[in-house]
């Protein structure tokens, strides 16, 4: 996803290598940032069921 996302900004944007090793970090960070938060409410969810 990650990856992704920098080749694309880097292709649609023109970013600097640089920028788009920014854009990878920030990207992959946000992924396993909105993941982590998923896997939560999901636990969450499960646990007010029982």
Known sequence: MALICA???ALAF???LWGAVLLY???GT???LFVAWRRYRCIEF???RN
């Open 7 to 9: 080749v694309a900004g």
């Open 14 to 16: 023109g970013l600097s």
């Open 25 to 27: 970090s920030l990207s």
């Open 30 to 32: 946000a992924a396993t």
């Open 46 to 48: 499960h646990e007010m």
